[in-house]
């Protein structure tokens, strides 16, 4: 089946990932019928493309889902074969627990018992929980209460089902279940308990949401729902089944269907319901928009050459550029020329987080009154972390809807050497190392270029910080600053590698104009530094800065100053 409806015509590498072959254990108590299961399973009465009983029991890629071959494996029910179960459990890639329908203590000890086992053993696959013997009884709804709420215990059950070996009553879909339950799990997609999308499938499904929406309008027309269709399974729905979907879609949540089709909202219910319904295709359009088993881009997406030398660096182009500027302009939905908390959040809703949410980049450009982010302050975090994780710039540049070539978003610039003897610079973006001793003033200065207020009480800065942001030139041209804070102690550990002063375009030696000891410390630090790049081939530009202005400077300053 497609998503919706129709056959899927999709090969078993774009939906089961790597997985060549899976390995199902059966479990249970003694005498619910998990022998009975497995022979009947791989008895010629059952299928005539199975062959006979083996140990593990091998059943044909072809009977099964995306053709991908499985073992089955009896498990001792008695204590003295204990190292034998953990050691079957511990291997499997599914679980099968049994308990028979005509002996209720043995589903009782599917809750007291063999889930619990599971966990101690930190068995973490997906379980599939079989009544047998269902021949043997006649109400089959006394159960299901009590199923329930062990599914709603027990997020590792992926689904229950009840057979019967002897009349050959629903075995094949015990196993069907459980491979699919390994080749496509709900559970990193649906919240059971709460019976809600997984936050990072649902970012995942409006990222493919957005990329199918042609004409920018927040809905997908049935053109475009049906493109979706026939790029995932390769088979149109006829307009009567889309006219189906949008009606279920409407009963269940009428703001998820309008005039021009299918609302975002509306997307992500049809989601639910087929998650709700036990499908497993929405991995197969994961799958087609390059999705892995961890629900981010796969590697291979992101695959773009970064190699350069220490005095290189990576910046965005002017394609990528221009596409930020869209992007941010499209979700700065005020017009206040700003990214407030809720648009930046919703921008990134796409990726499977935020990536500022953490240093270096948290609080590492300027911030406008309301706390929101400029355009500027926009780049120059994208610069930040195009200079620093270019891959990972990369990939957020996809998850947000960047569709180009990879490679056509970013430069690789000269390097600084050559530059150096041209007397002039290309780059778009500089770097700057920020040295001195602690107190000196070298947090403040960061602070003030982000246009941030002076803190008055003093914390030293034991990691290295990092702030960046636009700074404009003669003739109207502008370039993006980042400043690179070195706490004193980091700077002996800098000296000691020789391709480490490679990234820096000019050193800055921040000294407290009102006391001497810290002009001595800061100069003696600028000869660590400036030896070291003369040694290592990697000079650079050396900068004094006497903070704390302020203040009374120190008697001898300007002569110290001006003799050094």
């Known amino acids: 089946m497609g998503i919706f409806s129709g056959k899927a015509k999709s090969s078993s590498s774009s939906i089961s990932g790597n997985k ?21 399973a791989a008895s010629e009465k059952f299928a005539q493309h199975v062959p006979p009983v ?38 499997a890639d599914a679980v099968v627990l049994t308990y028979s329908c005509d002996q209720p203590h043995t589903l009782d000890r599917l809750s007291t018992f063999w889930l619990p086992e599971l966990r ?6 997906p379980v599939v929980v079989v009544g047998c013997k269902l021949d043997a009884v006649d109400d089959t709804t006394v159960r299901q209460e009590q199923l329930l709420s062990l599914v709603q215990e027990f997020e590792e059950i992926e689904t229950c089902t ?43 499904l409006k990222r493919i949401f957005i990329l199918c929406d042609h004409d920018r309008d927040n809905t997908l027309s049935d053109t475009e729902f049906n493109d979706l269709q026939i ?36 997307f992500l219910i049809l989601s639910e319901l087929l998650l709700q319904k036990g499908s497993h295709e929405l991995w197969t359009v994961l799958r087609k928009f390059g999705y892995d088993n961890d629900i981010k881009l796969r590697d291979d997406l992101l695959h773009v050459s970064f190699k350069r030398a220490p005095d290189q660096s990576v910046e965005l182009t ?71 994780e270019p891959n990972k710039s990369l990939a957020n540049l996809i998850y947000i809807g960047y569709v180009g070539d990879p490679a056509s978003a970013f430069d690789i610039t000269k390097a600084r050497r050559l530059n150096s003897t041209k007397k002039q610079s290309e780059r778009k973006v500089l770097q700057s190392f920020v040295f001195g001793p602690n107190g000196a003033g070298k947090s403040a200065l960061l602070n003030s270029f982000l246009r941030r207020p002076f803190p008055e009480v003093y914390t030293p800065t034991t990691n290295e910080r990092f702030a960046a942001n636009v700074v404009y030139q003669d003739g109207g041209t502008k370039k993006i600053l980042i400043l690179r804070e070195i706490p004193e102690d980091g700077a002996r550990q800098l000296v000691c590698s020789k391709e480490s002063l490679g990234p820096c375009d000019v050193a ?20 660590e530094v400036a030896s070291h790049g003369e040694e290592s081939g990697f000079e650079v530009p050396c900068l004094i800065v006497a903070a704390k202005d302020d203040l009374n400077m120190y008697p001898l300053a300007i002569q110290d100053s001006t003799r050094f």
Request: with cysteine; net charge negative.
């Open 20 to 40: 060549s072959k899976v390995r199902i254990v059966v479990a249970g108590d003694c005498g619910t019928g998990k022998s009975s299961l497995i022979a009947t």
């Open 54 to 91: 083996l140990t593990p029991t091998r059943l044909f890629a072809d009977f099964y889902p995306d053709r991908i071959p499985f073992t089955v494996n009896d498990t001792p029910s008695s204590s003295e074969n204990q190292n034998a179960l953990t050691h079957e459990l511990e291997t």
């Open 120 to 125: 101690r053993l930190q068995v973490k696959v």
């Open 162 to 204: 009840e057979c019967s070996a002897r009349n050959l009553f629903q075995v094949s879909k015990v196993f069907y279940y459980a491979n699919v339950a390994v080749l496509f799990p709900t559970s990193p997609l649906f919240d059971k308990k709460k019976q809600t999308l997984k936050p990072k499938f649902e970012r995942a």
């Open 231 to 266: 790029k995932c399974f390769n088979v149109p729905l006829p307009p009567s089944e889309v006219v189906d979907i949008k009606r279920v879609v409407q009963e269940k949540y009428p703001e998820g269907v309008n005039e021009r089709g299918l609302t975002l909202r509306g």
């Open 318 to 388: 002017n394609e990528a550029v221009k596409f930020l500027k869209e992007i941010f302009c499209s979700f700065d939905h005020d017009s206040d020329g700003a990214l407030q908390v809720a648009e930046l959040d919703d921008l990134f809703s796409t990726a499977p987080e935020s990536p500022w949410i953490e240093p270096p980049y948290k609080d590492a450009a300027e911030s406008t009154a309301t706390g929101g982010i400029s355009l500027d302050g926009f780049l120059s975090k994208w610069s930040l972390m195009t200079l620093l």
């Open 508 to 527: 800055v030696f921040v000294h407290d104009i009102s006391n001497e000891q810290s002009w001595k410390r800061a100069t003696e630090l600028l000869v």
